[in-house]
């Protein structure tokens, strides 16, 4: 294979002069550099699609309000933000056993540049605490979850790994609210919605053993209740992000001494301080850190329990229950950090595409590459359609409405697994656009597919996210309200006032009939032995929900291009098609089409 070649910067002719002559010579112009980048864009103001959805799903008085700081926000992940997370990327951290006069005090040494990037997440942003606060970012009131999600979107473009621990400290502050005692949530929710960046406190959860991955039943730490009822925990967790967290959640199961029960039932979920209130280290040690594929600039770690002073939240044997809050909270935010990854990684490759020159045209010019785009675009694009339509559901589950807990049970667990999945190939084939400077570490998209692959393993691997999506199916009813949902969105499509893309009716037809099938096989799959048809149900429902929802957004914006996608989504990723014809849009999903037809009929008549 031959190496891609350095670019050389051209050099501009020396200008030959006669002899004798006096004038001074001419300088050539100098050609554009061949090689383009993107560095320094607003990733925010150059979104433009982002502009048209932020209009339909957030109040106007409040999305005036947050536009400086989305463009603030989007200035940073083009720039320093983006040269910081390459730096911290390169810098990983280091844990030191001691200090210096020989104190055995561990300590996550971070870059510098890591703990900048943490100043601007959750101190200047205040991304772990706006979803707990009345007073953020000017805006007085509670924000939606969708401008969390937003600002994460953007951030995420620039850097992942952060947003890990972002996302814990956001869930453990849920859930502690949610099952923790009042006592509990007095004494440690300051600190939890703090924004001063010298006082906040970070979160972690520490869950996964050697033996007890996704399988909660097989956990072996102990929890042993003292006499004066305190709890103090003793195992070892064997893959745990943020380490050094203020505080972490943690899984254990009661010992026999304290009325431990087999299974499930025996496990507790319970609060770990990481230092007690005489600020001594509580009893717990990192073994290592995790030398890791991606997210190198936030640390992984073993621990070991040595009797670790914690506690108990919520019931006692209900652990898994309560801290199954805590994962979907976070499962949600992993489909939203797929949805970012995949549009940095579309961007920079649309980039590329409109700026570099080959044969005498752009790339973006080429019949090949305009496909290549469009493959990249639709998973992109629904991706951030979902997380617009999830964001809502959680917003209005909050808000105690009917029928909104169910629906986001099941959009929560479909967009962690698709999103996640075609994050993974989004990234890398988006490199491809950049050629053999994209396989270089000093760009960026390296590191966003070395980061893209952790989204399907974190909080549930793929077959575990696909089977909590007929879970929803079976315990929460969750399917007749999320074809519920659909119908209504295709029904208010219908009445939209833009009409130059007003769904066609095949098409409205077409997207009904597609449902109807993927819910039907998801029905199969929740039957007792279906659920080998797990994905397929799943990928199946995400494809159907994101293009109808897509269908809606076009209707409602105007946006030519959503329709498109939408109808892509159906065509290339849920119908059946030969793969040795051409494509070909089906004519009766074009309302103009249709609509030239039934005048030339009336002419006709």
């Known amino acids: 294979m031959q190496e891609p070649v350095a670019p050389v910067a051209p050099v501009a002719p020396v200008a030959r002069v006669a002899h004798g002559a006096h004038a001074a010579p001419q300088a050539a112009p100098i050609a554009p550099h061949p090689i383009p980048d993107r560095h320094g864009q607003n990733l925010f103001s ?10 339909l799903y957030l109040p106007d008085d409040l999305r005036a309000h947050m536009q400086p700081h989305f463009e603030r926000l989007g200035g940073l992940a083009g720039g320093l933000l983006d040269e910081l997370a390459g730096t911290a990327d390169r810098n990983p951290p280091t844990l030191k056993q001691r200090t210096r006069t020989g104190l055995d005090e561990q300590t996550v040494v971070k870059h510098p540049a890591y703990v900048e990037m943490e100043r601007l997440a959750l101190s200047e942003f205040g991304l772990a605490a ?7 970012l ?69 869950m996964t053993e050697q033996a007890a991955g996704s399988d909660i039943a097989a956990t072996a730490t102990l929890a042993h209740q003292e006499a004066d009822g305190s709890w103090r925990l003793t195992g070892d967790k064997w893959f745990c992000s943020n380490p050094d967290a203020d505080f972490a959640m943690v899984l254990a199961r009661a010992d026999d001494a304290s009325g431990g029960l087999p299974g499930m039932k025996g496990v507790s979920l319970f609060l770990l301080p990481r ?53 979907n909270n976070s499962r949600l935010s992993n489909g939203v950090r797929a949805a970012g990854l995949m549009r940095r990684a579309v961007a920079e490759a649309e980039f590329i595409a409109s700026e570099r020159r080959a044969f005498g045209r752009t790339l973006a010019q080429m019949p090949l590459m305009q496909r290549q785009l469009d493959k990249l675009r639709l998973p992109a694009e629904q991706a951030r359609t979902m997380v617009c339509q999830t964001a809502l559901a959680l917003a209005r589950s909050d808000a105690g409405e009917p029928d ?31 050629g053999g400077c994209g396989y270089i570490e000093e760009w960026s998209d390296a590191r966003l597919v070395r980061d893209a692959h952790l989204g399907s393993i974190w909080e549930g691997t793929s077959n575990i996210v696909a089977l909590d999506v007929v879970r929803a199916v079976k315990r929460e009813g969750s399917l007749p309200v999320l074809r519920a ?37 998801t029905e199969t799959a929740a039957r007792e032995g279906g659920d ?26 105007g946006s030519a291009p959503r329709l498109r996608w939408s109808q892509l989504v159906l065509l290339h990723r849920v119908l059946p098609r030969d793969p040795l014809s051409p494509d070909a849009m089906p004519a009766d999903w074009n309302a103009a089409a249709v609509a030239t037809t039934d005048r030339n009929d009336a002419a006709l008549a």
């Open 46 to 55: 150059t979104d433009t699609e982002l502009h048209g959805l932020l209009a």
């Open 404 to 434: 909104a807990y169910a629906l986001l049970r099941i959009l929560t667990p479909l967009i962690k697994f698709r999103a996640c999945r075609d994050a993974r190939k989004v990234t890398g084939d988006a490199m491809e656009v950049r």
């Open 485 to 521: 949902h659909c119908e209504k969105l295709l029904d208010d499509a219908a009445r939209a006032h833009a009409l130059a893309l007003a769904l066609a009716p095949g098409y409205a037809k077409a997207l009904r009939d597609a449902l109807a099938r993927a819910a039907a096989l």
């Open 138 to 206: 000017g805006w007085q009131g509670k924000m939606p979850p969708l401008v969390k999600y937003v600002l994460t979107y953007l951030f995420v473009q620039a850097e992942f790994g952060l947003c890990c621990p972002v996302s814990m400290t956001d869930s453990l502050t849920r859930t502690l609210k949610k099952f923790g005692t009042p006592e509990l949530v007095a004494k440690y929710l300051p600190r939890l919605t703090s924004l001063d960046f010298d006082e906040l406190a970070q979160g972690a959860m520490f």
């Open 532 to 557: 080998v048809l797990a994905r397929q149900a799943a990928s199946a429902l995400y494809h159907c929900t994101s293009a109808i929802a897509m269908a809606w957004e076009a209707a409602h914006s």
């Open 275 to 327: 230092r007690l209130d005489d600020g001594s280290l509580n009893r717990y040690r990192i073994i290592r850190l995790k030398d890791k594929l991606g997210t190198r600039s936030m640390a992984s770690g073993e621990i070991r329990l040595e009797g670790a002073i914690a506690y108990l939240v919520g019931e006692a044997g209900r652990g898994f229950v309560q801290m199954a809050d805590m994962v």
């Open 130 to 136: 706006v979803s707990h606060r009345d007073d953020t």
